[in-house]
């Protein structure tokens, strides 16, 4: 997982827990890393999760409440940083069409380690959007997260469902998308 992901887990942890919190989940996990990274550099995604299960030990919130939490947080971080001359989608549908062949495109343009999910666009309509969630990751509750965040940047009141998901089996989840009207 790339180091910004970490640089924006850290940050949240941070403001939201306190410098104690985080220095005390390093402590805890004792991380190959030291809890020393790099946005661009890589580092193991067991890293990743370490942290958030330390973090659920300290706070008693769920892992998958806690990944949801910082999906939310994080993709405002993340969209403010693509360049508009790449993309600059004025609606939530443009961003979501765009995201597997604009803005995942891009980052593993310019980092060919990069290891986004796919994201594809399996329907899509005025009122629903329904997206492909595939990674060996399994972060669908990142994902979720994300969507809710990105919901909240274009000011749209919308409904999430992931009606199938990888946890039951299935290859992939399909997350749902719909415009409260
Ligand atoms: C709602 C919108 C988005 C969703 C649902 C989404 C979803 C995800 C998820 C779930 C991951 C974790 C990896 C995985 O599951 O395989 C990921 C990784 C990533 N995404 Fe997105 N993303 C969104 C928007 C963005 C934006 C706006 C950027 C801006 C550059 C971005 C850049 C990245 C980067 C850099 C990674 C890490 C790649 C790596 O570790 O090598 N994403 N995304």
């Known amino acids: 997982m790339k180091g910004v992901i970490f640089t924006h887990l850290q940050e949240m942890i941070e403001s939201q827990q306190g410098f104690q919190v985080w220095n005390a989940i390093l402590e805890r996990c004792d991380l190959p890393s030291e809890g020393v990274f790099v946005s661009t550099e890589q580092y193991p995604d067991e890293e990743l999760f370490a942290i958030v299960d330390e973090l659920s030990a300290v706070s008693g919130l769920s892992v998958n409440d806690l990944l949801g939490a910082f999906g939310e947080y994080l993709f405002p971080n993340l969209h403010k940083s693509v360049p508009s ?9 443009e961003l979501l069409e765009g995201l597997d062949s604009i803005i995942h495109m891009e980052v593993k343009k310019l980092d060919k380690k990069a290891q986004t999910p796919t994201l594809t666009v399996k329907r899509s309509s005025d009122k629903e959007i329904v997206l492909e969630y595939r990674s060996t990751k399994k972060l669908y509750h990142l994902a979720m997260g994300m969507l809710k965040g990105a ?12 009606p ?4 039951d089996g299935h290859s992939c989840c399909e997350l749902v998308i719909t415009r409260n009207v």
């Open 85 to 93: 001359e790449i993309f600059a989608p004025l609606t939530l549908w």
């Open 151 to 162: 919901a909240e940047v274009f000011d749209e009141k919308v409904t999430l469902a992931k």
């Open 164 to 167: 199938i998901c990888m946890h």
